[in-house]
């Protein structure tokens, strides 16, 4: 059957728009709220029959997109140029119709499993969602049973160089012992670029020589650096280059310890969030437990794993093959 297109493309949208501004300017009393579904901005035929576009649909289509794209249909100009887009679509779906492919059996089975996984997931909201409750009592008992769960790590701070060269990194050595201070040492050795390309503090362009607070497992290639720190004094530096093996590369090593904050148990407010995450969790995985358990029951489940065929060992496998 031959197929006739006619798309229209209305300026009412226009009309209506323009007449609202004017509306507002006056001190008359204030329009009606336009019924977006009575204002038709495009209208074709196929197939014989009659299909519409109002403004109501092009905005429910906008809607939909992700909220970034939204943002870019705000004008008239650009949802005119959306609404191309929506009829070019709706006409390639009747298009795709008319060939078969809604009526395609893999087509079919997805939209099956599609519509499957809707019903279970608004199923799910109903009777797992909608049917836990989490108190701030929860919370605070989940936190009173699990504080070591909520141990903030020990941190330290330290001043460090890092050198490359040897020599050059025994003549510093020597003039931090001499009396140079090492903070300045750092700034001096930075600011003319013979600091190491890495290391603790070497990349700290406004505070060079500042490793500032870390962990002790802050990274694993610098594992004997931190360890070195931990065991020191607040104060205490090294009497000796501290060589490092990174990358089969040996980097030199002068650092102070500046600072040490232990061990500290964070309080409640401050995991308050990531406690309500593993409350609300546990609670869900417990009311799909219990939800489970009812529809099983309401199914009168009874189950036959025994008659699960053991596969072919390996080497019986071989054996068939080797007969074939």
């Not at 395609?104 to 099956?112: N, S």
């Not at 330290?156 to 160089?161: F, K, L, S, V």
């Not at 030199?252 to 401050?270: A, N, S, T, V």
Request: proline fraction near 4%; include cysteine; charged fraction near 35%.
């Amino acid at each position: 059957m031959k197929k006739t297109i006619t798309v229209f493309v209305i300026v009412a949208m226009t009309c209506l728009l323009t007449w609202r501004f004017v509306q507002s300017d006056s001190h008359e009393q204030p329009a009606p709220a336009m019924d977006e579904s009575q204002v038709i901005l495009a209208e074709y035929k196929w197939n014989g029959e009659s299909h519409q576009i109002s403004m109501a649909d092009l905005n429910a289509a906008i809607s939909e997109l992700p909220v970034y794209r939204q943002q870019n249909y705000k004008s008239r100009a650009d949802k005119s140029e959306y609404l191309e887009e929506l009829i070019e679509e709706r006409l390639k779906i009747l298009r795709a119709a008319d060939d078969g492919f809604d009526t395609l059996p893999e087509h079919v089975k997805k939209l099956e499993d599609y519509t499957h996984q809707l019903m279970v997931e608004k199923l799910t909201e109903a009777e797992v969602d909608a049917k836990i409750v989490v108190t701030d009592e929860d919370l605070m008992a989940h936190y009173q049973a699990n504080l070591s769960e909520y141990i903030e790590e020990a941190k330290a701070r330290a001043t460090c160089i890092t050198l490359d060269d040897e020599d050059f990194a025994n003549e510093t050595l020597d003039a931090i012992k001499a009396g140079k201070d090492i903070v300045e040492m750092a700034k001096e050795l930075f600011e003319a670029g013979k600091l190491a390309n890495e290391g603790p503090g070497s990349t700290s362009e406004d505070d060079p020589g500042n490793t500032y607070l870390f962990t002790k497992s802050v990274s694993p290639r610098w594992t004997e650096f931190t360890e070195a720190v931990f065991n020191q004094e607040i104060g205490e530096m090294t009497d000796t280059l501290f060589e490092v093996d990174v990358n089969d590369e040996t980097f030199y090593l002068i650092f102070r310890k500046e600072e040490h904050q232990p061990d500290r148990q964070q309080e409640f407010d401050e995991v308050k969030d990531d406690i309500r995450r593993t409350v609300e969790r546990d609670k869900k995985r417990q009311r799909i437990n219990e939800w489970v358990t009812e529809i099983t029951e309401k199914g009168k489940l009874r189950t036959y794993p025994e008659n699960i065929p053991e596969p072919p060992k390996p080497e019986e496998a071989e054996t068939g093959e080797s007969d074939q």
